[in-house]
């Protein structure tokens, strides 16, 4: 059985992980614990028995006004305009398909939520590693930036009204 998402330490075991995307992989087993470390990224696992089965990085960022469109730019936005960043979020191979991802995703979307109302926030943006994850983030709501098509965006406004509409 799968624990609930938690921030990850030393004690949960990296080294096994495979989603199929080294980079995601690489990330997660040599760069993860010291960024959160380091105050860079919170980093969130599920795992069993302290295997991980997947995760999911979250970081303060800022766009300027022109990467977004007129719809999160409304009023008089900041330059930059504050947002936060999903950076990663992956589910090892043998928990594909078990609704891990999903799961993980609807953590994040939440926690974002929750963040901006805390510290600010228009956006939330995605740097998909290739095309198959720019078209999973697509089919979640969010959309591509019209200069480069990995860069995705939903606004915060948009992720809680469907977290909202979820809950109903």
Request: aromatic fraction near 6%; include cysteine.
């Amino acid at each position: 059985m799968l624990s609930t998402p938690e921030l990850i330490t030393a004690e949960h075991d990296v080294s096994q992980f495979d989603c199929g995307k080294a980079s995601l992989n690489h990330w997660l087993q040599t760069r993860a614990l010291s960024n959160q470390q380091k105050g860079f990224t919170a980093v969130l696992v599920v795992h069993e028995a302290g295997k991980v089965a997947g995760y999911y990085g979250l970081a303060p960022t800022a766009v300027t006004p022109i990467a977004l469109p007129r719809s999160v730019r409304t009023g008089q936005p900041p330059d930059p305009i504050p947002c936060l960043l999903l950076g990663q979020l992956a589910t090892d191979n043998r928990w594909a398909g078990q609704g891990v991802g999903t799961g993980l995703l609807r953590h994040a979307l939440a926690r974002s939520v929750a963040a901006a109302a805390l510290i600010g926030g228009r956006a939330l943006i995605v740097n998909a590693i290739d095309e198959d994850a720019a078209n999973f983030w697509k089919r979640h709501g969010f959309l591509a930036s019209k200069d480069d098509p990995n860069l995705l965006y939903r606004s915060i406004a948009d992720v809680a009204a469907s977290l909202r509409e979820a809950q109903l």
